[in-house]
Nanobody, 122 residues
Framework: QVQLVESGGGLVQAGGSLRLSCAAS????????MGWFRQAPGKEREFVAA????????YYADSVKGRFTISRASPKNTVYLQMNSLKPEDTAVYFC???????????????WGQGTQVTVSS
């Protein structure tokens, strides 16, 4: 069992940066791949980025590649999403999630946090 709690969301101007954190509890955190997804009003939840259990492999959506960076600090049971050069279209609720293997399919993720709001003003 893994419990996930996101933090770090907020309001930022276009071009700015935010770093989201996802704190995990549960002794098996280190064996899970972790992902970030986002959901804008009226839209489906979409994949943003994922990282494997060791941190050695990452996977990004084309829309954020080169702007966002996912990382993990296993001793702290924390996953981060550094978001730079933010755009108004990045506005959404951001969720972290845990899965058995690195992938971009929301249906493959077993555990989810409650989400944190990111708003980018133009």
């Amino acid at each position: 069992q893994v419990q996930l709690v996101e933090s770090g969301g907020g309001l930022v101007q276009a071009g700015g940066s935010l770093r989201l954190s996802c704190a995990a509890s549960g002794r098996t955190f280190g064996s899970y791949a972790m992902g970030w997804f986002r959901q804008a009003p009226g839209k489906e939840r979409e994949f943003v980025a994922a990282i494997n259990w060791s941190g050695g492999s990452t996977y990004y959506a084309d829309s954020v590649k080169g702007r966002f960076t996912i990382s993990r600090a296993s001793p702290k049971n924390t996953v981060y999403l550094q978001m730079n050069s933010l755009k108004p279209e990045d506005t959404a609720v951001y969720f972290c999630a845990a899965t058995a293997r690195l992938n971009n399919l929301k249906g493959e993720y077993d555990y989810w946090g409650q989400g944190t709001q990111v708003t980018v003003s133009s």
